[in-house]
């Protein structure tokens, strides 16, 4: 990445920027009076401490923003290639189905012996076929929806039937005739210009029709798809929640094929149809970010080789959506405000920032103390430097702290919007997939001999066979589904496509479904089971689809029953969706369900959750719109997760105008953290306002510190420094609540824990506790001892009309109390006062009773 590049079009970046240089100029300012006061204030090793760090959440954040933007790019062109090749899989399938037809097999047959005679009643027989097939062809389209037209070509090229009668082409010379005549795969798939649809650029599957005795080409079938209708399907659908984006598809060669923009990016444009590594590059005058991706494929079909392209202006690209899209989440904010829910990296910046600010408030902490203890008390300026310090450095350590916090804030958006969009991917695969399902049942009812043999009152064994012989051939080719069965116009089964389920056959089906079927009143109309436990299904979860037979008259004689394979192929669905590591493996604690309405399963990537349980969802979850998303924080089983979820919307005339409804959410878990982490340092940061002198007031100077999150306070004149990062010595014949000895200033100091004062289990920590040194006059003679508290805080001067010492309260002659400090309100101690600890007795009863006479020893 070009970093000085990239900033200029990210606004985040550059206000972050714009921040640390006003901060810089303070500290420039900084050095130079500190420099000037009487306690020779140095913040030049604070302000490159600063300075160093500050290229951590700099390239974070610029990496970040690119990430987010590019993922965006990427899932949208990776979406759009990916949904357009499983489409165009089933339309392999049906090519290779639909030529082995049998009516057009004997319409092909009838046509050659038709050539010997042109007698008038041939003529007219040869025109009724042509009609019934054509109105064949109508059938099939009107439940494959995904085809324009339906051509058949006799093995010369010549226009034998079509579905358009608009289409004036009466011969082709497409070369496609000649590859479908002699391919040995199961297809040919052409996209180009052709003469079979006005010469505009058409994406046609074909296959030769044959004698099934002699495996003599007949003629060839050619299914036109509708791809510009298909295309500006996916890039409306994928396009919707960021217009900025424009979507293409390319050829291996990068000539735009389709594209979501057409008037802005013409179909023939050129395009990179490799990404260079910046992912930038300039189109039409303007520079513009991209990313091109190959397909996934589906079950080894790759598809004509296209490649997926997505790209959006370089001044859009860094402009977030995400905050349109998701919805308002209390734990959100919670979660994203949480050091503890922060990655490891972000972490690391803040507590480093964290450790270069306690070091300064030391430092700060240590002057304030310098000027207490100093005879010339008139000094205002350098207390007022030292105020100043202190408080660019909070702001400076604050701009990293909402840096790092909004990073992770974006960290977060990103997950939620990214399971978003899969959820929206994963239910789109779904209801494209049962789309198929719906077609399949409806069409396999036309088989004209089940329509023949059904419609006879008796049927022979071998009749029973030779229907169980197609359905066993449809289910060979369609591994979709489990079983299939027939069944007549009582409801007993008569033929099943798995001899392993022949018990069937003389069954009643026995649901309520079959006799729904029955009554079914057009070709274009069918029935679904519940998601239920079904016999035919191993008693296992699943979809059975069903469509009413007719006989030639129209009269309801059976219905056909397919059965879904409904575990594996849901939980492929929701496995394709979820994010991959670079092995190919799910991420860690990542799931996938398909739930209904009232939380019940469907289908579950995690095996802890079961097919028919229930999950206690949010109704924001459960009771979405039809077509509408959700993301959000939720806490489920102790965690809390980052969720996407998407209800069903269908899929062409499936689910919109077929009558057929039934709402199926997906939804995806992102593990964020445990549920009882919870920030302690919020707590202890309390802001105080302490009593204010006013005029000539006398006052006393004191320096307070945190044990836990109760504030303390000594009178400055007892301290001689604050000190970090010291190695304790234990000491034998020690007081429980010694800690043990440091060496200051060429003598031992005894340092006392005040958090095990305090009965807390506490141990001490180098790297994050402070050791204040202070001084005591014990019988003349001037001692030193030290505390270990959890952070120093401030040294404010307070009024002597607000301490109150604690002899006069409540007479107790073991208290290490020896006064308290009262706030003027209330609420700015939050309803607390402020002890004020008592050195001497501290060290008279903690230290001297353990030690030897104070004339042998330097404690």
Known sequence: MQRDHLIGYMSDVQNFEKNMSSLSDKWDLLTLLGSMSNIGMDTSETRKAFEDLLDEPLVRLIQETFNKSLDELSSKAQSAIDILIRNLFERTADIGFLATDDDIRNYLHFLTMAERSASEELRQIKMEKKEALTERFAEYVAKYSVYENI???????????????????????????????????????????????????????????????????????????????????????????????????????????????????????????????????????????????????????????????AMVPMHLAFRSSAHKTLDANPL???????????????????????????????????????????????????????????????????????????????????????????????????????????????????????????????????????????????????????????????????????????????????????????????????????????????????????????????????????????????????????????????????????????????????????????????????????????????????LYYAVGATCSSGYREYKHSDGYRNDVIAVLFHPIGECALENTESSQRRTYVYPKPSGLEETCEISTFFIGSTLFAIESKEVVCSLMHQELTPILHASEYNLGVIGFDKRMVSVISLAKLMGMEKKYDKEKDTIIVVKADIDGQILHLGLAVDAIYSSPEVPLRSISHYSNVLKNENSLTKAVIIPDRAEDFGNEMISIIDIPKIYMQLVQPYSRPLNRVMA
């Not at 520079?287 to 080894?300: H, M, R």
């Open 151 to 309: 051509i058949l070509l006799d093995t010369k090229g010549r226009v034998l039937v079509q579905l358009d009668h608009d289409n004036p082409v009466t011969t082709t010379k497409d070369p496609l005739l000649a590859e479908s005549l002699k391919t040995h795969q199961g297809y040919v798939e052409t996209f180009r210009a052709t003469d079979l649809t006005h010469h505009k650029p058409s994406l046609i599957y074909s296959y030769r029709v044959c004698d099934p005795s002699t495996d003599e080409a007949l003629g060839v079938l050619c299914l036109v798809f509708r791809f510009e209708d298909e295309l500006r399907s996916i890039f409306r659908k994928l396009t919707r929640e960021n217009p900025y984006i424009a979507l293409e598809l390319l050829d291996p060669d990068g000539s735009v094929i389709a594209s979501s923009s057409p008037h802005h990016v013409p179909v023939g444009s050129t395009l990179e149809a490799r990404n260079s590594d910046s992912h930038q590059t300039y189109y039409a005058g303007f520079e513009y970010l991209y990313k091109a991706v190959k397909t996934s494929g589906y079950q080894g079909y790759a598809g004509p080789g296209w490649i997926g392209h």
């Open 332 to 638: 959100f904010d919670k979660v994203a405000n949480t050091t503890d829910y922060f990655p490891q990296e972000l972490k690391e910046i803040l507590e480093k920032a964290k450790k270069i600010q306690t070091e300064l408030d030391i430092t700060v902490w240590n002057g304030n103390v310098q000027i207490a203890n100093a005879s010339n008390k008139e000094n205002p300026f350098t207390k007022a430097l030292l105020g100043e310090i202190s408080k660019t450095g909070e702001e400076t350590k604050q701009v990293f702290e909402h840096t790092v916090t909004n990073l992770n804030t974006a960290m977060l958006e990103r997950y939620l919007e990214d399971l978003r969009f899969q959820s929206s991917l994963a239910i789109d695969i779904m209801d494209r997939n049962l789309y198929e399902r719906a077609n399949d049942c409806r069409w396999w009812a036309l088989t004209t001999t089940f329509r023949e043999l059904l419609g006879q009152r008796d049927l022979s064994s071998s009749e029973r066979e030779k229907m169980g012989s197609i359905l066993s051939y449809i289910n060979a080719l369609y591994t979709v589904y489990s079983t299939m069965f027939l069944y007549d116009r009582d409801g007993t089964i008569v033929a099943v496509s798995n001899p392993a389920d022949g018990h069937y056959v003389g069954r009643k089906v026995g649901h309520s479904w079959a006799s729904d079927t029955l009554r079914l009143q057009t070709t274009q109309e069918y029935v679904v089971s519940d998601y239920e436990q079904s016999t035919f299904y191993d008693n296992d979860y699943t979809y059975v689809y069903n469509a009413c037979i007719r006989n030639f008259e129209g009269e309801s004689v059976g219905g056909i029953g397919i059965v879904f394979d409904s575990r594996p192929q849901f939980e492929a669905m929701l496995h394709d969706i979820l994010p991959k590591n670079d092995l190919g493996d799910v991420k860690d604690g990542m799931f996938a369900l398909f739930i209904d309405r009232r939380g019940r399963v469907l289908s579950s990537t995690d095996t802890s959750i079961a097919v028919g349980s229930s999950l206690p969802l949010p109704d924001s979850i459960l009771e979405l719109p039809c077509a509408q998303s959700n993301a959000q924080m939720i806490a489920h089983n102790g």
